[in-house]
């Protein structure tokens, strides 16, 4: 027979019972109209008047071109009349052996 002991210290709580559940929650509505300010704080606060004026005109924009980039403005790029033949050629091979070793100049 084998005594299997735990180990050191896990022991010590085996009868523990978990508490808790029995919270209860809340579900009034919190009435806050008679609560009153902090002492010092102001009341009937009303902001200061300003002088400050603010001011909406339309801005004057001056804008132009970088340095010497307007010189060449009416450039009209040429060199479109190229064509481009699509036609394929077809190599000429020789049918036979004797015509292929003419044309390497063994024969």
């Not at 180990?7 to 919190?30: T, Y």
Request: proline share 5%; aromatic share 4%.
């Amino acid at each position: 027979e084998y005594k299997a002991q735990s180990k050191v210290g896990s022991m010590k709580n085996a009868n523990h019972v978990a508490g808790g559940g029995n919270v209860q929650i809340e579900s009034r509505k919190l009435d806050f109209s008679n609560a009153s300010p902090k002492v010092g704080s102001k009341t009937n606060y009303t902001p200061a008047k300003s002088d400050v004026k603010i001011v909406s005109e339309k801005l004057a924009w001056n804008a132009k071109s970088k340095v010497g980039s307007m010189d060449n403005a009416a450039h009209k790029p040429t060199g479109g009349n190229v064509q481009l033949y699509q036609n394929s050629l077809t190599p000429i091979r020789p049918t036979n052996q004797l015509a292929m070793s003419e044309n390497l100049g063994e024969a």
